[in-house]
């Protein structure tokens, strides 16, 4: 080999080893063998992971029906024994334990109803009595409240017959009103009638002995009828229950016949 053949061939190989890989003879070949040599074995481990999840599956499936065979086995053996036992101390059948359920049951529903109805029943009396006394104050607001005006109206009144009037239909709302008959006293001491004032008097003591109003208004019929130590003894005992009236009865017109009177003349003396 000459010279220059030999610097031809070192060239030529020197120009292949300085080519890019993909440049070399078959290469592109290779690269689509191991292409498709990787899809393959991708396939096969899809291929290798359903199975695997298949497998689970169908291992987790016969587990639930063993479980469920073996509960429904137990279960079973469960009402049989109880059925049996039933059967040991004196059940005869299932109707005869129907019945027995049903009675005691209805018997519960009973005693239960009779309860309520008899909780019921109490508060329906209940419910009635408040009722009745609910509508017996309200009648008796109303009556306080027309007697009320009554009274009102008996201030505005200027002759005791007016106010006797008026006192009458007090004591025909309310009959037996001490209030009433003792003003009712004092109007007809103010028409002089001193005897239909006395016994109006004795009427309100009668019920109340310690009304010290009327005490003091039949003290003053007993001084004008003349009867000096009843109406001492009663201005007495007004005096014990109320000392309010002392300055009243000193200047009272109907106890004149007293004045001068030394067992008057101390009831009425002011206290130091």
């Not at 009745?132 to 009556?143: C, D, L, P, S």
């Not at 003290?219 to 300055?247: H, K, P, V």
């Amino acid at each position: 080999m000459s010279q220059s053949q030999s610097e031809t061939k070192a060239e030529t190989l020197q120009r292949y080893a300085n080519d890019s890989i993909y440049d070399k003879p078959l290469m592109e070949r290779y690269v689509l063998d191991e292409l498709k040599l990787l899809r393959t074995e991708q396939q096969d481990l899809e291929r290798r992971m359903m199975k695997e999840i298949t497998d689970r599956e169908l291992s987790v499936a016969d587990k639930s029906m063993n479980y469920a065979n073996v509960t429904v086995t137990y279960f079973f053996y469960l009402i049989a024994g109880a059925a049996s036992l039933f059967a040991l101390i004196g059940w005869q059948s299932l109707k005869e334990l129907r019945d027995n359920t049903k009675k005691v049951a209805d018997q519960q529903l009973q005693d239960i109803a009779e309860q309520y109805e008899k909780k019921f029943q109490l508060l329906e009396q209940d419910l009635k009595r408040k009722t009745r006394i609910i509508a017996q104050n309200n009648k008796e607001i109303e009556t306080i409240n027309e007697i009320h005006n009554l009274w009102l109206r008996s201030q505005n009144l200027q002759t005791p017959e007016q106010r006797i009037d008026v006192y009458d239909e007090i004591l025909k709302i309310r009959p037996g009103d001490l209030e009433a008959l003792t003003y009712k006293a004092d109007a007809a001491m103010e028409t002089r009638e001193f005897n239909w004032a006395l016994s109006l008097c004795n009427r309100v003591l009668e019920l109340d002995p310690s009304n010290a109003h009327a005490l003091y208004q039949r003290a003053c019929a007993f001084a004008c009828l003349g009867s000096e130590e009843q109406a001492i003894n009663d201005l007495e005992m007004a005096l014990q229950y109320t000392a309010s009236l002392r300055e009243l009865a000193a200047e009272e017109r109907d106890f004149e016949s007293l004045w001068g009177n030394d067992r008057f003349e101390s009831l009425v003396a002011p206290i130091d």
